[in-house]
């Protein structure tokens, strides 16, 4: 993908996150969308000549709805707002988020319901294909009237003010990159500085982000978990077909059916399969199907509700040229997102935890089935993966600490006008650190599972899940002796990340 239209209306969560993670890709608005902006805003500045009562147009905003604004200071009102909402605390957000969130903000804006200029428009364009990404503080937002102080923050960029956080992690004036590249501030007019900032930008971003990972993550949990199987000498009659068409629900079908191909020709499996006696094994591998299928799920209907956002029209208020009408409503409001960001953070913490109990199980002498101990070739001089497994327990419990739903909380605002929010903000990045949380529990099942599957040889896996084991042995050897864990851990996850093992199993 070399270039990226926006028209409002058909932005997917994979092009978004190709256009966040490649910055040579120039993003452009279609004809029509620009076309649509035009009218929108004519319809604005018409409004305006004939000072007409509109919320944030020619009022004040929030509990201040009630004061009229006098034509002379409009342009003063729009840049206020933007200085007075600029408001943020914490660590910045990573450029990628940001970078997402600025396209997000520009496919919203094409949809012709906001009012803004199509000039301004198109410099916040050009600042996505100059790959000027604004300072953007993490915290502030909570959820409703969309993430005022983040997209405030982005604005402060456009109008020649607050921060530009370049690639090396500095901060510099953004006066000084505009100037650099021969960009005039943007002098902000009637609405435009309420366009740029009602929006959920910032949760969908996350969101979208998160849940593109997430789906990756929930294939290769069933990679993991079928070596571990293997290397257990597990049954995968638990994965017969029959047993989950009775129950019907189409994540379990896929993740039993994505089983069964895994372990397909595991010379492992075969050597047992009439002569261990097993009649079934503990839930974290006979009930791989039911609980990963679960997560797929909720991990789909995430994605779903994402889909459905990105695309959406979230200010206030919304503008239909076509009627000569302002209708002031709640689109802004981030509760659809909040309650899918925490179900996904549930859904990936559930992955996580039946992967570190699959760990356990790998290294506990008294449930692996025979492996040796801790998995270390000499036990007692070695601690072998031992403490792999603390490092994944932490891990699920930081987890169950994240994934209390911040979508059930809410503080009023703004004089108790705003008297619902969403939390929103806080549930994506929850969300987004459970599903990195995620990354790093099941890199640490592959690395114990890679281990076990070596004391079994001459036998072999399947040939799926020896293309694993081949991936996985390019960069991690076979642990003859104790060695520095982390490196191993974070050699694994960098395996993950490059997306070579995504190819193994793709549903």
Known sequence: MNSLELNGSELTIDDLVTAINDTSIKISLTEPAKQAVIRARNTVENWVTNNELIYGITTGFGEFANVMIPPDELEELQENLILSHSAGAGILLDRDVVRGMMILRVNALAKGHSGIRLETLETLVQLLNLDIIPAVPSQGSVGSSGDLVQLAHISLTLIGKGNVLLKNGETIPSKTI????????????????????NGTQMMCSFGALAVEKAQKL??????C????????RGTDRAFDERIHQLRGFAGQLQTAKN??????GSQIRESHRHGDGLVQDAYSLRCMPQVHGASRDAI??????LSTELNSANDNPLIFPETNEHIEGGNFHGQPLALALDFLAIACSELANISERRTERLVNGALSNGLPRFLAK????QSGMMIAQYTSASIVSENKVLTHPASVDSIPTSGNQEDHNSMGSISAQKAWKVVHNLQIVLAIELLC?????????PLESSPQLESVMKLV?????????????????QQVIALIESGLLDSVLKS
């Open 259 to 264: 089983l069964r191909e895994l372990l397909t």
């Open 378 to 381: 000499k036990g007692g001089v």
């Open 225 to 232: 978990g079928a070596l571990t199987l293997d290397a257990l």
């Open 473 to 489: 042995r390019r960069i991690v050897p076979f642990a003859e002796n104790d060695r520095i864990l982390y490196d191993d851990i």
């Open 300 to 305: 789909n209907y995430v994605y779903s509700v």
């Open 449 to 457: 599972a890679a281990q076990a599957i070596e004391f079994l040889r």
């Open 218 to 223: 929930a294939n290769l949990a069933d990679v």
């Open 178 to 197: 505009l100037q650099e590249h021969s960009i005039k501030p943007v002098i902000l007019k009637a609405k435009e500085g309420l366009a740029l900032i």
